[in-house]
């Protein structure tokens, strides 16, 4: 977290080198950006 950004996995859990994914916000609009990264990722699959 830095400058009041978040990081996390597609899971929403803290981001490590060996996640699965990478979704990058600016901290106050994180869970509508990790649901739109959700959502891009199930039509993927």
């Given at each position: ?14 981001w490590?080198?060996d ?9 106050r ?8 990264a ?8």
């Amino acid at each position: 977290r830095e400058a009041d950004g978040t990081v996390t996995d597609l899971d929403g859990d803290p981001w490590r080198h060996d996640s699965r994914g990478l979704v990058a916000s600016n901290g106050r609009r994180h869970d509508e950006v990790l649901a739109a990264a959700r959502a891009v990722d199930d039509e993927r699959e």
